[in-house]
C-alpha cells in the first residue's frame, strides 16, 4: 500500500515571493506521483506528473516538481505566486502501472498574499 | 474536447432516501474512477471500473453503496439509503490507459447533502 505526508496544511506566502510545498510518500514498489489543484467548489485539475526519467518536472501555471527517490519526497515549488494560484493542492501517489487508485495527501491550503 | 462530466452537481436527500450520481468520462476514456471527499478531510479512493467491469471496489462501504459502468452510457454511483454521514463531495475521474494516459482526470463532482 502507499500513504502520502503533506506536512503543511495551511502555507501564506506574500504575492510574488517563491513557494515550496512539501510531500512525501510511502511505498514498497515503484509508483506514479502526481499534483493536484482544487479551487473552492470544483474539481481537481492535474498540475504535473512523474512517471518515469527526468526527476525534474514541469507543470501548468509555472510550477514544477522534483522527484527524490532517496528521500521519498516529490516537493512542488513555484518561483512567484500570484494571488490566483490560492487554492488547495493535493499531491498524490499510485503504484507504478496502468489502472491504479490514486492515494491523496491530505491537502495543503496556499493563501496568497498581498 | 469535452472533460469529464458530473451530474448533477448539487443533490439534496432525506435520510433513507437513494441517491444516484452520474459520470460520464472524458471521450475516448474507458476508464472510470470514483472517489470522495468528506469534510475536512482528503480525497478517499473508492472503486474503478472499466466498460461493464468493477476492477477495483477496495474502498468502498461494504453496504448500501454500488457502482456500475455500463456498456452504453454514464457510469453510476448509486447509495441506497442515504444517512447523514454520506454527506459529501463525489468525483469521478477517468483515464485514457489504452493509449498510455496513466493520469487522471476529474469531473467537477456532486454534492451531497444528506437531510
Known amino acids: 500500500a502507499q500513504s502520502v505526508t503533506q506536512l503543511d496544511s495551511q502555507v501564506p506566502v506574500f504575492e510574488e515571493a517563491p513557494v515550496e510545498l512539501r510531500c512525501n510518500y510511502s511505498s514498497s514498489v515503484s509508483v506514479y506521483l502526481f499534483w493536484y489543484v482544487q479551487y473552492p467548489n470544483q474539481g481537481l485539475q492535474l498540475l504535473l506528473k512523474?512517471?518515469?526519467?527526468?526527476?525534474l518536472v514541469k507543470g501548468i501555471n509555472g510550477f514544477e516538481a522534483e522527484f527524490n527517490k532517496s528521500q521519498t519526497s516529490f516537493h512542488l515549488r513555484k518561483p512567484s505566486v500570484h494571488i490566483s494560484d490560492t487554492a488547495e493542492y493535493f499531491c498524490a501517489v499510485s503504484r507504478a502501472g496502468g489502472g491504479n487508485k490514486l492515494t491523496f495527501g491530505t491537502g495543503t491550503q496556499l493563501k496568497v498574499e498581498l | 474536447n469535452a472533460g469529464v462530466m458530473q451530474n448533477p452537481r448539487h443533490l439534496v436527500r432525506r435520510r433513507g432516501q437513494e441517491a444516484r450520481l452520474r459520470c460520464s468520462p472524458m471521450?475516448?476514456?474507458?476508464?472510470v474512477y470514483w472517489y470522495r471527499q468528506l469534510p475536512e478531510e482528503g480525497l478517499k479512493f473508492m472503486v474503478y471500473l472499466q466498460k461493464e467491469n468493477i476492477i477495483d471496489e477496495s474502498g468502498m462501504p461494504k453496504e448500501r453503496f454500488s457502482a456500475e459502468f455500463p456498456k452504453e452510457g454514464p457510469s453510476i454511483l448509486r447509495i441506497q439509503q442515504v444517512v447523514r454521514g454520506d454527506s459529501a463531495a463525489y468525483f469521478c475521474a477517468s483515464s485514457d490507459l489504452e493509449r498510455g494516459g496513466y493520469e487522471q482526470y476529474f469531473g467537477p463532482g456532486t454534492r451531497l447533502t444528506v437531510t
Open positions: 471521450k475516448g476514456h474507458s476508464h
Open positions: 512523474y512517471l518515469s526519467g527526468s526527476t
